[in-house]
């Protein structure tokens, strides 16, 4: 009987809907010279949000943001713009990344060590 009650509890259980990404809303982060701005990016858990990072320096920098990005539900083809954590965005360029975040408080910094240490972090508060 077991046998049978456990496929049957598996078909009737209904999968976990995908989210609308295109109710997502905007929130901008930029990157500039030892700085990311704002200081704390505040989102809502279980709410897709197109996270639209713009390096407006003239060196490349990187959003990295390791616990938070592996904790969201990202949409499948922003996932080529994370690498180990981090969103790489060259000089005066924009990655775009539709996602919904996960319950936390998280670290976003560059992943140059220089840039950190000049104060180059963030806090990312999802309640």
């Known amino acids: ?24 809303r905007d929130f901008e ?17 279980g709410e897709p949000v ?5 390096n407006i320096d003239q060196t490349g920098h990187s959003f990295s943001a390791g616990a938070f990005l592996s904790r969201a539900q990202v ?3 922003d996932k080529r713009w994370i690498s180990g954590g ?7 360029d924009v ?16 992943g140059n060590l220089v840039h950190r240490i000049l104060g180059m972090s963030s806090e990312i508060v999802v309640e």
């Not at 456990?6 to 990404?21: E, R, V, Y």
């Not at 982060?29 to 858990?45: G, K, M, Y």
């Not at 197109?50 to 713009?54: A, E, F, Y």
């Not at 969103?87 to 005066?92: H, L």
Request: hydrophobic fraction near 45%; aromatic fraction near 4%.
């Open 95 to 110: 990655r775009e990344v539709v996602l919904v975040p996960a319950p936390g408080r998280y670290r976003a910094r560059c």
């Open 75 to 77: 949409r499948n083809r």
């Open 29 to 45: 982060v930029r990157l500039s010279n030892n700085d990311i701005e704002p200081q704390r990016i505040q989102l809502r858990a």
């Open 1 to 24: 009987m077991y046998r049978l009650l456990i496929p049957a509890l598996l078909i009737a259980s209904p999968a976990a809907a995908a989210p609308d990404w295109r109710q997502s």
């Open 86 to 92: 981090s969103i790489a965005v060259p000089a005066g």
């Open 50 to 54: 197109r996270l639209r990072i713009v």
